[in-house]
């Protein structure tokens, strides 16, 4: 294998057009505090573009995941709500608005969530592993695992390159919440890697987990995925994630931890152990491996939890060295912002940070780690996936466009129940299917 041309990939999810502030995810300290707020999904979408193009600048591969069918008619329908599209809509809105705020979410723009990645040099069989997250913690998410799977497979065909796995049993003991929760270290892209699987709690042992807010990620999900991986053992590390920092907002690992190859960047409270001794133990390479603890003293959970500091993308830049890609809210927050001055004076293998306007984004719990799925492709793979979803700067412009031409400035949760926001998001959605070359993914487009 050629480890030189070997890259990893970042997929962000695209913004849909039913972006708002419906307050459904109960453990995400911004989701409940914008409850009912005013959104604007154009913004938002295009907040999302301008990050993905700038990955792109640095010259990183940049690909595009796209957004959900919503409202989910069919859903409310499964539900009981019967009649015309309007009828429906109208009836949910009266009866049971939190339902239609569930039905109508753009939460898959998250597509750390979408699965969880295992690359051909880690898998037994030398194929790319793809394991769609079940989400069954939160229904408004859980409804998203059909046409993820379908997204996924249209952009990484079945086949010699590329494998692809049912989500797990949709049951609280194998509660998955995909990539958030998991990082792979590894000296270099190409070569076999470290997986690491941070769990929330063990569905054997519930009572050790948080008691504020629930445990979204079980033991016997990570442990599940990896078998169907075909992950050697001694290839993967199961961490439990603090329940108290859980109960304090870090609803993901990816709140409070990230990794890149070599650095693991983590809060001093993010694991209920120090994770260096099972890492060392489990690193099989001379290459070291630099972990990065963020101390209490300086960035309390609080302030990393308001600021996402660890919600970052931590990447690895062409000519060379770690780049921090972060939300402006870690320049706005000073005790953040005086560490990460620091840091780049620590002479350590972070070299510079990036800051983005994600704003939409943060004001519903989710950052710029929340917005990428991560899959290191060789060159081979890199051939066989469907190009027509790497960003370049004419899709970049076809997709701005896109935005602008069928995204609403404004959207208020009331808004959900007209009907004419749902042909909107079709029409787009089948627009976009042929820009991107994914075929029928789509419900609407099925029958």
């Known amino acids: 294998m050629n480890t030189a041309t070997t890259l990893e990939a970042n997929f962000d999810g695209l913004v849909g057009p039913t972006h708002n502030y419906a307050g459904l995810s109960f453990g995400n300290v911004a989701s409940q505090n914008n409850l009912g707020s005013e959104s604007s999904p154009r913004a938002a979408a295009l907040q999302g573009l301008a990050k993905m193009k700038a990955m792109h600048d640095l010259g990183l591969m940049q690909g595009v995941l796209p957004p959900q069918q919503r409202p989910d008619l069919a859903a409310l329908r499964r539900l009981g709500f019967a009649g015309s599209d309007a009828e429906v809509l109208g009836e949910a809105a009266r009866t049971q608005p939190r339902l239609l705020g569930a039905v ?29 997250a079940n989400l069954v913690n939160k229904f408004h998410r859980s409804i998203e695992v059909p046409t993820t799977a379908r997204a996924l497979q249209a ?35 190409g070569e076999p890697g470290l997986e690491l699987f941070v769990y929330g709690k063990d569905a054997g042992a519930p009572e050790h987990g948080p008691q504020r807010y629930p445990a979204r990620h079980t033991l016997q999900a990570s442990q599940a995925v990896a078998r169907l991986h075909g992950l050697a053992p001694q290839a993967c590390v199961f961490l439990q994630q603090n329940p108290a920092v859980i109960d304090q907002g870090v609803f993901h690992n990816d709140v ?11 809060h001093e409270q993010a694991f209920v152990q120090d994770p260096r001794p099972a890492l060392a133990a489990a690193w099989q390479t001379a290459s070291p491996l630099h972990c990065i603890e963020v101390p209490s003293a300086a960035v309390s959970v609080e302030d990393a ?40 004076d620590s002479d350590g293998p972070i070299e510079q940070f990036k800051v983005f306007n994600l704003t939409e984004s943060m004001r519903n719990g989710g950052g710029p780690a929340c917005l990428r799925l991560r899959v290191v492709l060789t060159p081979a793979q890199q051939a066989a996936l469907n190009s027509a979803a790497l960003l370049d700067e004419t899709l970049y412009a076809r997709l701005k466009a896109w935005v602008e031409r069928h995204y609403r400035e404004r959207l208020h949760v009331q808004d959900l129940a007209d ?10 959605l089948d627009e976009l299917t042929g820009i991107l070359k994914l075929g029928a993914i789509y419900p609407f487009q099925q029958v």
Request: glycine content about 6%; some cysteine.
């Open 305 to 344: 939890v308001s600021s996402y500091l660890f919600n970052s993308q931590l990447v690895t830049l062409p000519a060379g060295g770690h780049a921090l890609i972060l939300p402006q809210e870690c320049r706005d927050n000073p005790a953040v912002w005086a560490y990460l001055q620091g840091l780049l």
């Open 419 to 428: 009907p004419q926001l749902h042909q909107e998001c079709c029409s787009a």
């Open 155 to 189: 952009i990484f065909p079945e086949g010699e390159h590329f494998a692809h796995h049912a989500a797990l049993p949709a049951v609280d003991d194998f509660g998955d919440e995909g990539a958030a929760n998991h990082t792979r270290l590894c000296a270099e892209y």
């Open 256 to 266: 409070i931890a990230v990794g890149n190859r070599n650095v693991l960047f983590f």
């Open 104 to 132: 109508s979410s753009a939460s898959s723009m998250w597509v750390a969530n979408a699965a969880t990645v295992s690359p051909s040099a880690d898998t037994r069989d030398g194929r790319v592993h793809f394991t769609p």
